[in-house]
């Protein structure tokens, strides 16, 4: 991809549950509700966070699998909306920004860098948790993973975020904190910022890609990028 070598970056497009949210307290007490009703025992919020992971339905199954629960097609379809209907109902009474984040992109937002959002969260609550948050002020575009015909780590959610915003090829940037954002990168051809928080830390990159707080980006520059190829592990954000 060719860049300019001296210009700052146009917009950034960010990834959204661990990267600029701490959202695992509230998703596990929507799991949890819906296990109740089902009546299995609840799990800490360490053990969802670890299959918090393309989306919800993914979610579901896999926490089901590892307590040996196996759902036809059309009972998990309605497990997965009734756990989406308890998170609906209190998204964001325990989620927190990661530190600096809120402040962070008020400045980058300020210096004049548009933001997205390309998320494996459902659409609607994506806009939801926004609203409470007071992020969407700053969002000009969001996408939640059924808001596109293939979700992370197909390149083309990410892409249709890109497109929505009408951003020009090189003059933006993917920030998450998982392989699954590293690989949605790598396949679309755009340059990958990893947060230290999240997953963050269990992403391999060059040092020169690893943030310490988001104002770090004010400082970069496009740069040569040579498109690399990476495997998702299927570990990413819902």
Request: charged letters at 20%.
């Given at each position: 991809?060719?860049?300019?070598?001296?210009?700052?970056?146009?917009?950034?497009?960010?990834?959204?549950?661990?990267?600029?949210?701490?959202?695992?307290?509230?998703?596990?007490?929507?799991?949890?509700?819906?296990?109740?009703?089902?009546?299995?025992?609840?799990?800490?919020?360490?053990?969802v966070e670890r299959f918090i992971g393309n989306g919800?339905?993914?979610?579901?199954?896999d926490i089901l699998v590892e307590q040996g629960v196996a759902l036809g097609m059309?009972?998990?379809?309605?497990?997965?909306?009734?756990?989406?209907?308890?998170?609906?109902?209190?998204?964001?009474?325990?989620?927190?920004?990661?530190?600096?984040?809120?402040?962070?992109?008020?400045?980058?937002?300020?210096?004049?860098?548009?933001?997205?959002?390309?998320?494996n969260k459902p659409h609607a609550l994506t806009l939801q948790i926004l609203d409470l948050l007071e992020l969407s002020p700053l969002v000009e575009v969001a996408l939640g993973a059924d808001a596109v015909p293939a979700?992370?780590?197909?390149?083309?959610?990410?892409?249709?975020?890109?497109?929505?915003?009408?951003?020009?090829e090189g003059a933006w940037a993917y920030v998450g904190d998982t392989t699954v954002d590293q690989a949605t990168a790598a396949a679309a051809g755009v340059p990958f910022f990893v947060v230290p928080w999240g997953g963050g830390s269990d992403v391999r990159v060059g040092q020169a890609q690893r943030l310490h707080r988001l104002e770090d980006l004010l400082s970069y520059r496009i740069a040569p990028w040579v498109k690399p190829t990476i495997k998702a592990d299927n570990k990413g954000q819902s």
């Open positions: 991809m060719n860049q300019h070598a001296h210009a700052s970056y146009e917009a950034l497009i960010f990834d959204l549950d661990g990267t600029l949210i701490d959202s695992a307290p509230d998703i596990a007490a929507a799991v949890n509700a819906y296990l109740a009703e089902q009546g299995h025992a609840a799990l800490e919020v360490a053990q919800p339905r993914r979610l579901i199954e059309a009972e998990l379809d309605a497990a997965v909306a009734c756990y989406i209907a308890h998170y609906r109902r209190n998204p964001a009474s325990h989620t927190r920004f990661f530190p600096h984040v809120r402040e962070d992109l008020a400045k980058l937002r300020a210096a004049g860098i548009r933001l997205g959002i390309c998320t979700c992370k780590p197909d390149p083309g959610h990410l892409l249709a975020v890109a497109e929505q915003m009408a951003l020009a």
